[in-house]
């Protein structure tokens, strides 16, 4: 075991039992649709575990408002019921439970089979997307509302945080609603997902008749859940600050640049934090051996145990790794036309992920054809992700667009050094290895401008270069594990947020 000191606090309960507690506790509405470990399709299932807890330690009253999936179900300790609605969606009745989630309040909501979806909450084994999706969101919504006049459960939130699309009709019914009401809060996790639904569905939503209109939910023709958080919330957040800039310009709107341009005001950029407590190279018991900044030498029994487990030959150089989905957002195309070069000069490849037929097929024939150089694994295993960060030496991110990312603040916790895009979170979190930078011990990583083959090429070969540079290497690696990129100070952004809009909800 390792001796190190340990550059952050990993409990949020010594966090908690040490925060100063405001003297009338904030109380949040906290809505969204997955929550780590129990649902997880993406990163947003990670900040809805971390988040909420980070709000805890700082005196928010902070609940989670969730569909009832099975998933979650199954997960939730002390559930009862405490509400029974009628909603104005048909004959759905909806039954609120009460409980908790590793240990975060948390209500469900019952709506006969709406929300018995078995695996994917948002498509079918298909990959198509659930037909009914624009009614269990928009129930999710309007559930959300109706606690802004206190009937349920005796208790009435500040704030109304909603989170993406699945939620962003939350702040329109909201604004229906007469007299005072909540805040509200929209936070944009990806842009490019907006929840379009044909114009036939507006009917069916209980809300205003003026609400279908360029100033509200209509965009093209169509009813846009997205469109309905950006024009109706009382602020707007993103997960990183340069992501907040980039979705007002054309080239990264998604269509939306010019309401996000008219609203800039009520606009920032909240960077999401790393969990540290689930990912931190000295406490991981997934890994082969623990190391940390101070005493890496655990790292190398990662890296020979990864090799050993994807079949890799032993090898004097680095081994890069991607863990992602497989989408043209992601880049994983331009990993796929990089590969030859980097193998060439030394350099090994595990990959982790599912998506696109095409490009998962692109794989399987780069694992077949550079066996012993290449691992591939497809589908998502959490605890593979761990042991593949741990024995890896970079991990590649070349997105094309990325709202925070994760990946490559795991990377930096792991002294896995990130290779990226110059974009979003990306930008925001990894600093290149110039020369400056290496000189001053600030270098965490490599960064390429312009989302090309040959961006990614160059930096790869700038990786290879420090990798031939042992002590530098190590330096890098030093300093990319001394970042702190946890949650308290996202926690304490959102938590004066929400106090800057108490007044709106009194």
């Given at each position: 075991m390792p001796q190190c000191v340990l550059p952050w606090l990993t409990s949020w309960s010594i966090q908690r039992?040490?925060?100063?507690?405001?003297?009338?506790?904030?109380?949040?509405?906290?809505?969204?649709?997955?929550?780590?470990?129990?649902?997880?399709?993406?990163?947003?299932?990670?900040?809805?575990?971390?988040?909420?807890?980070?709000?805890?330690?700082?005196?928010?009253?902070?609940?989670?408002?969730?569909?009832a999936y099975p998933a979650l179900l199954q997960a939730a300790a002390g559930l009862r019921?405490?509400?029974?609605?009628?909603?104005?969606?048909?004959?759905?009745?909806?039954?609120?439970?009460?409980?908790?989630?590793?240990?975060?309040?948390?209500?469900?909501?019952?709506?006969?089979?709406?929300?018995?979806?078995?695996?994917?909450?948002?498509?079918?084994?298909?990959?198509?997307?659930?037909?009914?999706?624009?009614?269990?969101?928009?129930?999710?919504?309007?559930?959300?509302?109706?606690?802004?006049?206190?009937?349920?459960?005796?208790?009435?939130?500040?704030?109304?945080?909603?989170?993406?699309?699945?939620?962003?009709?939350?702040?329109?019914?909201?604004?229906?609603?007469?007299?005072?009401?909540?805040?509200?809060?929209?936070?944009?996790?990806?842009?490019?997902f907006q929840g379009a639904f044909p114009a036939t569905i507006f009917n069916k939503l209980a809300l205003p008749a003026g609400f279908f209109s360029m100033d509200g939910l209509e965009f093209y023709g169509n009813v846009n859940y997205m469109k309905s958080g950006l024009h109706f919330a009382d602020r707007i957040t993103t997960v990183s600050p340069m992501y907040s800039l980039e979705i007002q310009t054309p080239e990264q709107g998604f269509g939306m640049d010019g309401v996000l341009r008219a609203r800039a005001?009520?606009?920032?950029?909240?960077?999401?934090?790393?969990?540290?407590?689930?990912?931190?190279?000295?406490?991981?018991?997934?890994i082969a051996a623990r190391y940390c900044a101070q005493d890496?030498?655990?790292?190398?029994?990662?890296?020979?145990?990864l090799r050993a487990e994807f079949g890799l030959a032993s090898s004097g150089g680095p081994v890069f790794c991607v863990i992602s989905r497989l989408t043209a957002q992601k880049?994983?195309?331009?990993?796929?036309?990089?590969?030859?070069?980097?193998?060439?000069?030394?350099?090994?490849?595990?990959?982790?992920?599912?998506?696109?037929?095409?490009?998962?097929?692109?794989?399987?024939?780069?694992?077949?054809r550079f066996r012993g150089a290449v691992g591939v694994r497809l589908g998502y295993d959490e605890r593979l992700a761990h042991r593949i960060l741990a024995g890896s030496d970079v991990i590649v991110v070349p997105s094309r667009f990325e709202p925070c990312g994760?990946?490559?603040?795991?990377?930096?916790?792991?002294?896995?050094?990130?290779?990226?895009?110059?974009?979003?979170?990306?930008?925001?979190?990894?600093?290149?290895?110039?020369?400056?930078?290496?000189?001053?011990?600030?270098?965490?990583?490599?960064?390429?401008?312009?989302?090309?083959?040959?961006?990614?090429?160059?930096?790869?070969?700038r990786a290879f270069a420090l990798w031939s540079k042992p002590v530098l290497w190590e330096q890098v690696r030093r300093t990319a594990m001394s970042q702190q990129f946890g949650w308290a100070a996202p926690a304490r952004h959102y938590r004066d947020l929400y106090q800057d809009l108490r007044p709106v909800a009194q």
């Amino acid at each position: 075991m390792p001796q190190c000191v340990l550059p952050w606090l990993t409990s949020w309960s010594i966090q908690r039992a040490l925060a100063k507690r405001l003297p009338d506790p904030l109380r949040v509405l906290y809505v969204s649709t997955e929550l780590y470990p129990a649902l997880k399709t993406g990163g947003l299932a990670d900040v809805n575990a971390a988040l909420p807890k980070a709000l805890l330690g700082l005196g928010v009253d902070i609940r989670l408002l969730l569909p009832a999936y099975p998933a979650l179900l199954q997960a939730a300790a002390g559930l009862r019921p405490v509400a029974q609605l009628r909603s104005p969606f048909g004959d759905i009745e909806v039954r609120l439970l009460y409980g908790q989630i590793d240990s975060v309040p948390v209500y469900l909501i019952e709506a006969g089979n709406l929300y018995q979806r078995p695996d994917n909450p948002y498509v079918d084994g298909e990959g198509r997307d659930w037909p009914d999706n624009y009614l269990q969101f928009a129930l999710l919504s309007w559930t959300a509302a109706s606690f802004a006049d206190g009937a349920i459960d005796d208790w009435r939130p500040d704030i109304v945080h909603g989170h993406d699309w699945h939620a962003g009709l939350a702040p329109a019914y909201l604004a229906a609603r007469a007299g005072a009401r909540p805040g509200s809060v929209f936070t944009v996790h990806n842009l490019a997902f907006q929840g379009a639904f044909p114009a036939t569905i507006f009917n069916k939503l209980a809300l205003p008749a003026g609400f279908f209109s360029m100033d509200g939910l209509e965009f093209y023709g169509n009813v846009n859940y997205m469109k309905s958080g950006l024009h109706f919330a009382d602020r707007i957040t993103t997960v990183s600050p340069m992501y907040s800039l980039e979705i007002q310009t054309p080239e990264q709107g998604f269509g939306m640049d010019g309401v996000l341009r008219a609203r800039a005001g009520a606009v920032c950029g909240i960077l999401n934090g790393v969990d540290y407590d689930l990912w931190n190279p000295q406490s991981d018991t997934t890994i082969a051996a623990r190391y940390c900044a101070q005493d890496a030498a655990g790292k190398g029994e990662c890296k020979h145990a990864l090799r050993a487990e994807f079949g890799l030959a032993s090898s004097g150089g680095p081994v890069f790794c991607v863990i992602s989905r497989l989408t043209a957002q992601k880049g994983v195309d331009l990993v796929l036309d990089a590969l030859p070069a980097l193998l060439r000069r030394g350099g090994q490849m595990v990959l982790l992920g599912s998506g696109e037929p095409a490009l998962e097929a692109q794989l399987r024939v780069a694992a077949a054809r550079f066996r012993g150089a290449v691992g591939v694994r497809l589908g998502y295993d959490e605890r593979l992700a761990h042991r593949i960060l741990a024995g890896s030496d970079v991990i590649v991110v070349p997105s094309r667009f990325e709202p925070c990312g994760l990946t490559q603040l795991y990377g930096l916790a792991y002294g896995t050094l990130p290779l990226v895009h110059h974009v979003g979170g990306l930008a925001d979190t990894v600093r290149d290895t110039t020369k400056e930078r290496l000189a001053a011990g600030t270098a965490t990583g490599f960064t390429f401008e312009g989302a090309t083959l040959g961006g990614l090429r160059e930096a790869a070969a700038r990786a290879f270069a420090l990798w031939s540079k042992p002590v530098l290497w190590e330096q890098v690696r030093r300093t990319a594990m001394s970042q702190q990129f946890g949650w308290a100070a996202p926690a304490r952004h959102y938590r004066d947020l929400y106090q800057d809009l108490r007044p709106v909800a009194q």
